[in-house]
T-cell receptor, first 113, second 110 residues
Framework: DTAVSQTPKYLVTQMGNDKSIKCEQN?????MYWYKQDSKKFLKIMFS???????INETVPNRFSPKSPDKAHLNLHINSLELGDSAVYFC????????????FGPGTRLTVT | SQQGEEDPQALSIQEGENATMNCSYK?????LQWYRQNSGRGLVHLIL?????REKHSGRLRVTLDTSKKSSSLLITASRAADTASYFC??????????FGQGTRLTINP
């Protein structure tokens, strides 16, 4: 019974392609996040949604567009992929915007060649 | 720039020994959290300490917070092979915007 799931787990694609990563949580949480972890293990927040509304939008290229069709799902679409986009992308959720503990998905390793 | 910086970057000890990891940060915070990441997995929340707390325990974990020095430490007592993982501190300045450090890679040798 996975709490936060992501698909795919691995994604290998060429520069210039468009790809999507999907995230689903079955915890009944209101808030969801996308993080990027680079090769040096730095983990940085990209976006946060609360009840399908965007609340955190860090300095991320416009090529990255999150979409939340409902509060259990937060997908990440990336246009015109670049080599520097290679990283592990983590989805996370928390009970609500005021909750502290975040629950992370297993990650999606994106490799752009 | 990263808010939290863990020290050391890597730590290798024998099973049964205690492991201490440190985290320093730069600005005032609401709370500080510690997470564990096993290889190839997502992060798992371990413990949270609020800015008005100095020490907190959870099982074999002990966390301290010194807001005057802007630092925190995570102590794992009686380490086990299963504790092998990367440990991250994350500072929360509000609005659920956690800022993570680079992590300490802990290896427990049998």
């Amino acid at each position: 019974d996975t709490a936060v799931s992501q698909t795919p787990k691995y994604l290998v694609t060429q520069m210039g392609n468009d790809k999507s990563i999907k995230c689903e949580q079955n915890l009944g949480h209101d808030t969801m996040y996308w993080y990027k972890q680079d090769s040096k293990k730095f983990l940085k927040i990209m976006f946060s949604y609360n009840n399908k509304e965007l609340i955190i939008n860090e300095t991320v290229p416009n090529r990255f567009s999150p979409k939340s069709p409902d509060k259990a799902h937060l997908n990440l679409h990336i246009n015109s992929l670049e080599l520097g986009d290679s990283a592990v992308y983590f989805c996370a959720s928390s009970q609500d915007f005021a909750a502290y503990e975040q629950y992370f998905g297993p990650g999606t390793r994106l490799t752009v060649t | 720039s990263q808010q939290g910086e863990e020290d050391p970057q890597a730590l290798s000890i024998q099973e049964g020994e205690n492991a201490t990891m440190n985290c320093s940060y730069k600005t005032s915070i609401n709370n500080l959290q510690w997470y564990r990441q096993n290889s190839g997995r997502g992060l798992v929340h371990l413990i949270l300490i609020r800015s008005n707390e100095r020490e907190k325990h959870s099982g074999r974990l002990r966390v301290t917070l010194d807001t005057s020095k802007k630092s925190s430490s995570l102590l794992i007592t009686a380490s086990r092979a299963a504790d092998t993982a990367s440990y991250f501190c994350a500072t929360d300045r509000g609005a659920q915007k956690l800022v993570f450090g680079q992590g300490t890679r802990l290896t427990i040798n049998p």
